[in-house]
Every structure is written in C-alpha cells, then in structure tokens.
C-alpha cells in the first residue's frame, strides 16, 4: 500500500474532513486505505463501507461518488447532538459517581446504533480500499490497530471515538482487560502506522490549526471544558506527530490538509448548518489542494 489517506481525530469537526475528501476525490486521488482515528475512524469506515457497496453491486467503482455519500451522510444523519449521544441526568451522574460505576458524562447509544445502522462488515470485507482504526487500552496504555477483519470491528469503531470522561469506556467483549478509549490519546493521526505499513504518499486530513487560536468557552460548564482540554491535547499530540513523521524519511510524500481557521462548533448545540458550514469549508480547502 503506498497511498494512504490518514483521518485525524475531532469529534463532530470531522464534518471538515468529509467535505475535503469529497473535493479529492473529484480531483482524482485515489488512497490505497484509509486509517483513522476517532471521528476520522468513522470517516474511513463509512467511505470504505460505501465503496464496498458498490462492489457487491457490480457496480463500477466510484471514489467521487463514496465521497458525496459520507458528505450526505453527516449532512443527513448527524443533525444535532442527540444523534450522536444523550447526556445523563444529574440523578444518574452521581449514582454512577458513588457506586463507581461512571460511565461517562453521555450515553453513546445513539452513536452505536448510528454505526450499526450505516455501517455493514459484509461491504466492508468487499472493499478494495484497506481500512485501519485505533483505539488506546486504558489498561497498558498502548495504541491497538485493527482492520476490518476483525470479528469485533464495529465495537473498536466505537472505542476510537469514545472521548475520554465524556463517553463511557469500551469494553470488548465486557473484558476489563481489554478496556478502550479514544485512539486521540496516542495517536492523533495515525502517521506513524502509516508509515510503518509501507506509506510512501501520505495525505494527512487533520480537524485542527496548528496552534490554538480564538474561540471562547464556558470553562464552568463541565462539557465544554472535557471539549476544550482535549482540542488543546489533540493539537499538540497532532503537531509533534507530524513533524516527526516528516523529519524521519526524505523519500516519504507526506502532505498535512489543516483547516485555515479555527473549526468553532458547539459540541452540546449544534445543528445542521453548523455541520454544511463545516462540511463547505472542508471542500473549499480540498479544492485548492493540489497532488
């Protein structure tokens, strides 16, 4: 696999990324896989869930045409915040919290059955495109990588999006042993891996500047503030990244797509123009890149 599409972390800013990779496409790119990471996990695993489909169907493949379905995808089914996750009440926050059973400041139920609802192993398997998410164990601390492949793909899918504090844990199988979280903890983007894999043109779609800039935030407000130390976290574990990764090998093509501006989105209110807002910043940007 020499062309590796790589999808950086960022919640529901990964809005951005599905608009950039509907403007690739219709230039032409072609990734061999695509490996993510949080709300780039979900990304690549939609694009190469659609691309699946259309193999199944016999149909002539289209890499433009998976792009506009992940562009309709967020524009369609990640509306608002109650599509992707429920808070609990403040009943149920300190019950969890004094029998030490926390589980997270929301409930990610609906985002599970969103996944399962869009996302079928079966069309993954059929796609031509690898396919690759992490998710850190909170246990050792380590990055896991999984391809779709694996019989417990969708709930990795889940643990690479589950946001520290916020979203409750994952575990696979109910193993505590095997207790996942958000692969942003590590791996921002997961460069390296590309690497590693044999990546020797890289196209990198990130959610965030390169410094934090703008923006303002209730640091009362328990969500925000999870939100805002995690955008800060993110951005300087994406920023070390990168520069390592395009320091380590002068034979690499390595290209990092960042949004011009800060991506200012209300995690807890946000609705459908927020998401096309983001989703036509990401292609006006994708459209000036040149490969």
Avoid at 167 to 191: N, T
Avoid at 231 to 255: T, Y
Wanted: glycine content about 8%; hydrophobic content about 45%.
């Amino acid at each position: 696999m020499s062309n590796i599409l790589v999808l950086a972390g960022g919640s529901v800013k990964g809005a951005f990324q599905a608009g950039v990779i509907k403007a690739l496409m219709e230039k032409g790119y072609r990734p061999d896989a695509i490996y993510g990471v949080s709300a780039g996990s979900l990304n690549a695993a939609y694009f190469v869930n659609q691309i699946g489909l259309q193999a199944l169907a016999g149909e002539p493949i289209s890499f433009a045409q998976a792009a506009q379905d992940l562009w309709d995808f967020w524009e369609t089914r990640i509306t608002q915040p109650d599509c992707l996750s429920k808070p609990f009440t403040i009943f149920q926050l300190g019950w969890s919290a004094l029998t030490k059973r926390f589980k997270g400041l929301v409930s990610t139920e609906p985002l599970r059955l969103l996944i399962e609802d869009v996302i079928s192993i079966r069309n993954l398997h059929a796609s031509p495109i690898g396919l690759k998410i992490g998710a850190v164990n909170i246990m050792d601390g380590n990055m896991h990588y999984i391809d779709h492949s694996h019989d417990e793909f969708l709930t990795y899918l889940m643990a690479s999006s589950a946001v520290p504090i916020l979203m409750p844990v994952v575990k696979i199988k109910g193993e505590d042993r095997r207790s996942y979280l958000d692969g942003g903890l590590r791996d921002v983007a997961p460069l390296k891996k590309a690497v590693e894999d044999g990546g020797k043109n890289i196209v990198c779609i990130a959610c965030h500047m390169e410094s934090i800039e703008g923006g303002s935030f209730d640091s009362g407000d328990l969500l925000a503030l999870v939100d805002r130390v995690m955008d800060i976290a993110v951005n300087e574990i994406l920023n070390a990244d990168i520069r390592e990764v395009m320091s380590m090998n002068q034979h690499l093509k390595i290209r990092a797509i960042r949004p011009p501006q800060p991506l200012t989105i209300d995690i807890q209110k946000f609705n459908k123009m927020d998401i096309r807002r983001l989703l036509e910043l990401g292609y006006s940007v994708g459209q000036e890149i040149e490969l």
